[in-house]
């Protein structure tokens, strides 16, 4: 397995915040918009290293103390 997909739908006033807070951990979660939509709100794929799997989801809780996000199940 190359990654963990995961995706977040964030208010896009939202993304200068969740996407350096990521990026700081290198080689952890590549961050894409695979569908960009017109509105208020951004979906984001995180692609994510298996082998930050478990930080990962310690980031993804401390995240939700900072910006309001909705986990969405995969999407084909």
Do not use: H, W
Request: hydrophobic share 45%; net charge neutral; charged share 25%.
């Amino acid at each position: 397995m190359d990654s963990i997909n995961y995706f977040l739908k964030v208010k896009k006033e939202d993304i200068y915040v969740i996407c350096p807070f990521f990026e700081a951990f290198e080689g952890m979660a590549a961050i894409r918009t695979p569908k960009p939509e017109v509105g208020p709100t951004a979906t984001l794929k995180l692609m994510v290293s298996p082998d930050f799997q478990n930080d990962f989801a310690k980031l993804l809780a401390s995240l939700g103390r900072r910006v309001q996000f909705e986990r969405l199940v995969e999407q084909s």
